[in-house]
T-cell receptor, first 112, second 111 residues
Framework: GESVGLHLPTLSVQEGDNSIINCAYSNSASDYFIWYKQESGKGPQFIID?????DKRQGQRVTVLLNKTVKHLSLQIAATQPGDSAVYFCAETGNRDDKIIFGKGTRLHILP | DTEVTQTPKHLVMGMTNKKSLKCEQH?????MYWYKQKAKKPPELMFVYSYEKLSINESVPSRFSPECPNSSLLNLHLHALQPEDSALYLC??????????FGEGSRLTVL
């Protein structure tokens, strides 16, 4: 069935280090994956996306990696800053039905 | 304009009340969504409208009634809610199989 999950509920990272947030999905038909950041009291904010015909995509300080063989998605944040503190969700959609499903979320905590 | 605007930001209602949540976007997006989010949980899809027609209803109880008056507006009518319906209700919009743009949400408390 369709499910999107994350390996860790909380990740603590030293300021300035790189962060890696992981996500597993089970629907091999999914063809579009998105990472969202949600700060306290706000709606989710788009970070970066990737389609299934790619295995890597880079943005400003962020990189998303997609491994379709093991159905794994990761978000890498370079030089983590205090403003990166938030909950990060991966989301997936497939079958072109506008049904975007969110994973469980990982809280990123920045250590001073 | 890249915003999705939701009103009200906060709503407190009794179980016998009728209220509505409103959402507006002016990005020309053809799909609009309602999600429900409980504390420390991911957003859960409720409804999807595509070209002003309801395309997905995730088995949501009938006490939640969506309405899409035009391509820019999305409402969620609430009636006879239960305390367990208290949550953050998020509206989003998107182009076909594209990223969702979320509003800030309406925090609902049912007494």
């Amino acid at each position: 069935g369709e499910s999107v999950g994350l390996h860790l509920p909380t990740l603590s990272v030293q300021e300035g280090d790189n962060s890696i947030i992981n996500c597993a999905y089970s629907n091999s038909a999914s063809d579009y994956f998105i990472w969202y950041k949600q700060e306290s009291g706000k709606g989710p904010q788009f970070i970066i996306d990737i389609r299934s015909n790619m295995d890597k995509r880079q943005g400003q300080r962020v990189t998303v990696l997609l491994n379709k063989t093991v159905k794994h998605l990761s978000l890498q944040i370079a030089a983590t800053q205090p403003g990166d503190s938030a909950v990060y969700f991966c989301a997936e959609t497939g079958n072109r039905d506008d049904k975007i499903i969110f994973g469980k979320g990982t809280r990123l905590h920045i250590l001073p | 304009d890249t915003e999705v605007t939701q009103t009200p930001k906060h709503l407190v209602m009794g179980m016998t009340n009728k209220k509505s949540l409103k959402c507006e976007q002016h990005m020309g997006h053809r799909a609009m969504y309602w999600y429900k989010q409980k504390a420390k949980k991911p957003p859960e899809l409720m409804f999807v409208y595509s070209y002003e027609k309801l395309s997905i209803n995730e088995s949501v109880p009938s006490r939640f009634s969506p309405e899409c008056p035009n391509s820019s507006l999305l409402n969620l009518h609430l009636h006879a809610l239960q305390p367990e319906d208290s949550a953050l209700y998020l509206c989003a919009s998107s182009q076909p199989t594209g990223e969702l743009f979320f509003g800030e949400g309406s925090r609902l408390t049912v007494l």
